[in-house]
């Protein structure tokens, strides 16, 4: 008997919950079905960490032959020559079905060039997590979460409340802001705002628009004038654990934290879209499968095979109802299980409806350089050591600069 084709698959985790178990679950479930594929999944830490980790092993000349990375990382995965376009792997009229399955807005970070280099698996949108009782409690009522910024700023006074000596107890609002993730919060701010921060050829950004300024503000304000929200930065592990312990009545993070809250809420919470200021929306997240241009042909073929087999419509839906990330085909959201859960968890369709004004997240060649650039100019304007203006103006002279040999 031949040797099965052995295929290393690295992964991040970026929520909270048993994702590992989860994935090796997955994989032995794979494995079963496919006894001539071999899988080694492989945890390699935060998003950040695996595309470090991807690109040091590829060269060192012992990269993976598939791996889960941000979405975003697409631009750098080309330029490094590390990745092969899935269409050129997918030619038949099934594999091109299969393709076309996709939310269009989770596909708008994985094609460029006429290719499509990623396919969706642990995507999102951000929402808004909020404490009915803490709502109940301040007079507010528990079906109707903030809908405008004006809301949002109205709700978060009522919701921040004060000890006997002054000491905040409990925070309106939480949006993380320290670590990689700003720039991706900031889109939720930018986007209703009616900005969008990057062309589609991933080679110039728009950080510096009146637009852009103006989220930026309203996000300082929210600590230094309205007091709702802590001031500094607040890192992104922070957030779901402030509000499992009631420390901020409402918090924006990933979808994917669903299921993690969920499980360890022990009071009545609600998930809402992003506040709308000019119109709504938020980002697309999450992390899509690459497969690596150095695996052989059956290798390559294999970890398509894995890739198509994740994101069949029964196991989206197991892997969505595992995590609360979106269930990346609409096929996924017609399975029995799917609706169930649905039904039980409205909870988890508010990601998947947000993706109708969802924009496509923050990506660029250079797009760990680019991408730290806006989260320092984040963190200066948060901390308060730079006006917003300040701040992104020296964005965007320093991305210009990085992005200049890709024009
Ligand atoms: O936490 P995720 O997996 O939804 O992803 C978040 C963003 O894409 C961060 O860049």
């Given at each position: 008997?031949?040797?099965?084709?052995?295929?290393?698959?690295?992964?991040?985790?970026?929520?909270?919950?048993?994702?590992?178990?989860?994935?090796?679950?997955?994989?032995?479930?794979?494995?079963?079905?496919?006894?001539?594929?071999?899988?080694?999944?492989?945890?390699?830490?935060?998003?950040?960490?695996?595309?470090?980790?991807?690109?040091?092993?590829?060269?060192?000349?012992?990269?993976?032959?598939?791996?889960?990375?941000?979405?975003?990382?697409?631009?750098?995965?080309?330029?490094?020559?590390?990745?092969?376009?899935?269409?050129?792997?997918?030619?038949?009229?099934?594999?091109?079905?299969?393709?076309?399955?996709?939310?269009?807005?989770?596909?708008?970070?994985?094609?460029?060039?006429?290719?499509?280099?990623?396919v969706p698996f642990q995507r999102s949108t951000i929402v808004m997590y909020y404490n009915?009782?803490?709502?109940?409690?301040?007079?507010?009522?528990?079906?109707?979460?903030?809908?405008?910024?004006?809301?949002?700023?109205?709700?978060?006074?009522?919701?921040?409340?004060?000890?006997a000596s002054g000491n905040t107890t409990q925070w309106g609002i939480e949006i993380p802001?320290?670590?990689?993730?700003?720039?991706?919060?900031?889109?939720?701010?930018?986007?209703?705002?009616?900005?969008?921060?990057?062309?589609?050829?991933?080679?110039?950004v728009y950080l510096d628009k009146p637009a852009v300024v103006e989220a930026a503000q309203?996000?300082?304000?929210?600590?230094?004038?309205?007091?709702?929200?802590?001031?500094?930065?607040?890192?992104?592990?922070?957030?779901?654990?402030?509000?499992?312990?009631?420390?901020?009545?409402?918090?924006?993070?990933?979808?994917?934290?669903?299921?993690?809250?969920?499980?360890?809420?022990?009071?009545?919470?609600?998930?809402?879209?992003?506040?709308?200021?000019?119109?709504?929306?938020?980002?697309?997240?999450?992390?899509?499968?690459?497969?690596?241009?150095?695996?052989?042909?059956?290798?390559?073929?294999?970890?398509?095979?894995?890739?198509?087999?994740?994101?069949?419509?029964?196991?989206?839906?197991?892997?969505?109802?595992?995590?609360?990330?979106?269930?990346?085909?609409?096929?996924?959201?017609?399975?029995?299980?799917?609706?169930?859960?649905?039904?039980?968890?409205?909870?988890?369709?508010?990601?998947?409806?947000?993706?109708?004004?969802?924009?496509?997240?923050?990506?660029?060649?250079?797009?760990?350089?680019?991408?730290?650039?806006?989260?320092?100019?984040?963190?200066?304007?948060?901390?308060?050591?730079?006006?917003?203006?300040?701040?992104?103006?020296?964005?965007?002279?320093?991305?210009?600069?990085?992005?200049?040999?890709?024009?």
């Amino acid at each position: 008997q031949n040797k099965p084709v052995e295929v290393e698959f690295y992964y991040p985790v970026a929520v909270g919950g048993p994702i590992t178990k989860i994935v090796d679950d997955m994989v032995t479930d794979f494995q079963k079905e496919n006894p001539n594929i071999k899988i080694k999944p492989i945890y390699a830490g935060s998003y950040q960490d695996s595309i470090a980790k991807a690109l040091t092993a590829l060269k060192g000349g012992t990269p993976p032959q598939l791996a889960v990375l941000l979405s975003t990382d697409m631009f750098t995965l080309i330029d490094e020559d590390a990745i092969v376009s899935i269409d050129s792997l997918a030619k038949t009229d099934a594999d091109k079905k299969w393709l076309g399955g996709f939310y269009d807005a989770f596909m708008q970070n994985s094609r460029t060039g006429g290719h499509t280099w990623g396919v969706p698996f642990q995507r999102s949108t951000i929402v808004m997590y909020y404490n009915k009782d803490l709502f109940k409690a301040a007079g507010l009522d528990p079906e109707k979460p903030p809908k405008t910024w004006a809301e949002l700023v109205d709700y978060g006074k009522k919701l921040t409340k004060q000890d006997a000596s002054g000491n905040t107890t409990q925070w309106g609002i939480e949006i993380p802001s320290g670590g990689a993730f700003a720039y991706w919060l900031f889109q939720a701010l930018t986007t209703p705002n009616g900005a969008i921060l990057m062309n589609e050829a991933g080679n110039e950004v728009y950080l510096d628009k009146p637009a852009v300024v103006e989220a930026a503000q309203f996000w300082r304000d929210l600590s230094a004038k309205h007091k709702i929200m802590p001031t500094g930065t607040i890192d992104w592990g922070t957030t779901p654990k402030d509000f499992l312990e009631k420390k901020a009545a409402m918090v924006w993070t990933t979808t994917g934290n669903l299921t993690n809250i969920r499980k360890n809420a022990d009071f009545p919470f609600g998930v809402a879209m992003m506040p709308q200021q000019k119109r709504g929306g938020s980002p697309t997240g999450g992390g899509n499968f690459y497969i690596f241009k150095s695996g052989t042909p059956e290798q390559q073929a294999a970890a398509l095979k894995f890739a198509q087999w994740a994101t069949t419509p029964e196991r989206a839906a197991d892997w969505s109802i595992a995590t609360g990330y979106v269930a990346v085909t609409p096929a996924a959201w017609e399975t029995e299980k799917m609706k169930k859960y649905a039904q039980e968890v409205p909870a988890a369709t508010v990601a998947r409806d947000q993706l109708e004004v969802s924009v496509a997240e923050f990506s660029t060649h250079e797009n760990q350089r680019v991408t730290k650039t806006l989260n320092d100019a984040l963190q200066a304007a948060l901390t308060g050591s730079k006006t917003p203006q300040q701040a992104l103006t020296d964005a965007q002279r320093e991305s210009d600069r990085i992005l200049r040999s890709y024009k």
